[in-house]
């Protein structure tokens, strides 16, 4: 009888949320995957567990308040990683990821308590993680741009000996770009449209936050204003050249470590043969003795 019971107080929840669901005309799991992956960027599929996790993320983010100073610079933030969420929402997604792992601590805290300290800190861990995804992500952005900023100095010193047309040289760059310097050259070509070129190089620039791109909008304004700054930039390639070199250089002097670490299994293979062969012939000499 127990068990009917159990059965009939599972259904009848079921069927009262579906009723709620209809007359609330909350959108299905299906609706919320599709939306969840017309919203992202980048070409990856929505799974079951990131649609229910996004959905209560975005309930959640009504009750999430951000200071003022610090709501403006996460939304900075978050528009220069190319990620589309609002601040609000962003961390309400982390403290829903980290609320949910904290959760597991209650099965837990019934089947093996020794392990609920353990899972409690993996939920501060997921915590902190989520809140810095948007700063390293727009770290990593900001690397890739950054390897390719000579290139582009060398481009404009040699394109201002010829033409002083600075959203001409911008376009013009864009179509060799990387896809990411690229997509970033076109919000700034279609901010100068829109509005003014300093204004627009100027926001360009505190997107990024980035000195070695700060020169270079100081150089490209300068330009804008009539100064003559072919020698600018010739020295700013220059300096940009010894930057890379010394930054090849710190990416070379990490690889001998690793090779480190083969050598030694190397020879470590090396002596276990020679080992071998010795301890072979020992015992075959010491056979033919008796």
Known sequence: MTPIIYLFGLFFATGLFFIAADLLKLPTLATNKAMLEVSRQR????NIMDTLLRTTAV???????????????????LTAAGLSESPELFTAQAIVKAGFIAMMALPCFVVMPLVVPAVLFLAILIYFKEIRKADEALLEKRSQIELELPRF????????KASRDVLSILE???KNAS???SDELGILVADMRSSSYEAALTRFEARFNSPMLSDITRGLTAVLRGDDNVVYFQMLTHDMKQLELQRLKAQAM?????????SFAMLMCFMVTYIAVIVYEIITSLTGLF
């Open 43 to 46: 070409n990856v599929k929505a």
């Open 59 to 77: 309930k959640a983010s009504r009750f999430v308040y951000i200071d003022p100073y610090k709501k403006i610079r996460m939304a900075h933030t």
């Open 153 to 160: 100095v060398a481009t404009i010193t040699q394109e201002l």
């Open 172 to 174: 013009q760059y864009k």
């Open 179 to 181: 896809e990411t310097f």
């Open 254 to 262: 990490k690889i001998p470590p690793k090779i480190r670490v083969f």
